[in-house]
């Protein structure tokens, strides 16, 4: 299913396979003392109440209303077949794109995109804190329940960026990510029924 996302990693391990031997060790060592480091982090930024008014309301995000999804017009849909933007930018495309994905059981990518674009819209460091904590927990920290296939560059910049949380944290896993659905799952969106039946 994501075979676009394991020969970029396979292409990645082989380029670097030398350098992964050599400090195999140092570098499982050092990946578990970041992730044990992001969580203390996190904990710690999560006992610190913004201002008063947190300390009486719990952190629990209203959901935002789906917005009013209108079938788009044919030339709208044919942009997407060039543009994965284009495409995530509109309610019926990203709706479409994300049927698609879960028929195939691969839309840990597109919602690993969405969680990093709600991400940057938090204003709260308390939130944030609580928001990049539920992310890695979920996307990236190994054996994750959605996680993503990330390079081994990607990742370790991203647990730093971790350990002190801020709106451009998970920016380049994200860009990876992005690029990854750009390169494999757009193409196959395109040649599914899910789209075929929208350029009728």
């Given at each position: 299913v994501c075979s676009g996302n394991i020969s970029q990693g396979s292409l990645i391990v082989r380029m670097h396979s030398a350098h992964w031997h050599i400090h195999d060790k140092e570098k499982k060592s050092h990946l578990m003392f970041l992730a044990k480091e992001i969580k203390i982090k996190l904990g710690i930024l999560l006992q610190k109440p913004d201002s008063a008014g947190d300390l009486v309301i719990p952190y629990n995000e209203?959901?935002?209303k789906p917005a009013k999804t209108q079938r788009p017009s044919l030339d709208e849909?044919?942009?997407w077949r060039d543009s994965l933007d284009k495409l995530l930018q509109n309610n019926y495309g990203l709706a479409s794109?994300?049927?698609f994905l879960k028929s195939e059981f691969s839309e840990e990518n597109l919602e690993f995109w969405i969680a990093c674009e709600d991400y940057k819209k938090i204003k709260s460091p308390t939130k944030m804190a609580e928001k990049a904590k539920q992310i890695y927990e979920?996307?990236?920290q190994t054996e994750a329940p959605k996680e993503v296939n990330i390079d081994h560059f990607t990742k370790d910049i991203t647990m730093k960026n971790l350990v002190e949380p801020s709106l451009?944290?998970?920016d380049m896993a994200?860009?990876?990510i992005h690029s990854l659905m750009e390169k494999d799952s757009l193409p196959r969106f395109v040649r599914s029924e899910f789209y075929q039946e929208?350029?009728?």
């Open positions: 209203k959901p935002e849909a044919l942009q794109f994300k049927s979920e996307f990236i451009s944290s998970f994200q860009k990876r929208l350029i009728k």
